[in-house]
């Protein structure tokens, strides 16, 4: 059981295993990259930064999210594989997927985020 200071709730990784991936599919939203996040995520592709950019990058306002693929009714993150349930990019995920589900924004949305995590315990 994971838990972080200030947060109402815990979390219990693992509901990941049977979860199918909540975090990572579903509604369309957007899962931004810093420059150094971007130049992570290349690397570990074996790609130039400029492709990367180009193949799996959209543009949100200022910032720069990583592309989703639609699936049936879900938007995928480009990067899951529902093969696998799991992260094509794991070891280089962006820091926005490593702090799920502790985020700001849940403090106080607790039933929300239950909605979409199975992990999510009372403490
Ligand atoms: S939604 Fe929660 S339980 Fe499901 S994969 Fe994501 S972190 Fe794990
Ligand atoms: S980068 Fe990986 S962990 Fe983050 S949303 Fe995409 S598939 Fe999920």
């Known amino acids: 059981m994971i838990k972080e200071d200030g947060y109402p709730y815990a979390f219990d990784p693992s509901a990941c295993a049977g979860c ?4 990572c599919t579903g509604e369309s939203g957007n899962i931004f990259v810093s420059p150094d996040e971007i130049r992570a995520l ?4 074996s790609m130039e930064e400029a492709d990367f950019r180009r193949t799996y990058l ?16 879900s938007h995928d993150c480009i990067f899951f594989d529902r093969e696998t349930n799991g992260c094509g990019v794991y070891t280089a995920r962006p820091l926005q997927c490593r702090t799920f589900p502790f985020w700001e924004y849940y403090k106080t949305r607790v039933d929300e985020l239950k909605r ?8």
């Open 58 to 73: 959209e543009k949100r306002g200022y910032k720069f999210s990583l592309k989703e693929k639609i699936v049936g009714m």
């Open 20 to 23: 199918g991936g909540r975090c």
């Open 116 to 123: 979409e995590c199975p992990g999510i315990v009372d403490v």
């Open 42 to 45: 290349a690397g570990a592709l």
